[in-house]
C-alpha cells in the first residue's frame, strides 16, 4: 500500500507514529532536523525514509540528505545505537511493543 491508498484510520495512525518518531529524533543532541522522504517508482508499497539531519551542519538545510550521505562520515554503530535507544523507548511508552534493538 502506498500513503494515498491508506484507509483513512491507518493514515490517521500512520501521522501520528511518523510526527512521533520525527521529535524523538529532532529531540537527539547531534541532530539539527529530520527530514522525511516518501520514495515510490510505482511499486506497490511505501518506501519512507526519516533522516535526522547532522546538528551544525546548516549547509545541508534543504538538501536532500539521500543525496549527500554517501559523502558523508559513517556514524558509528554505537553512536547509531545510542540514538536509537531513546526513540525506541518512547515509542515502547507511547505505543507498547519491546523495544529490542536488533
Known sequence: MDISSMKPAWAA????????IAAQVEALPSVGRAQIA???DGGAHLHLLLMGRPAR???????PLLD???????VPEAVLRANARPIVEELV????GTGRLG
Open 68 to 74: 549527500w550521505e554517501e559523502n558523508l562520515p559513517r
Open 93 to 96: 511508552l507511547e505505543y507498547g
Open 57 to 63: 551542519m546548516l549547509q545541508l538545510r534543504g538538501s
Open 13 to 20: 495512525e500512520f501521522g501520528v507514529l511518523t510526527a512521533s
Open 38 to 40: 516518501k520514495y515510490g
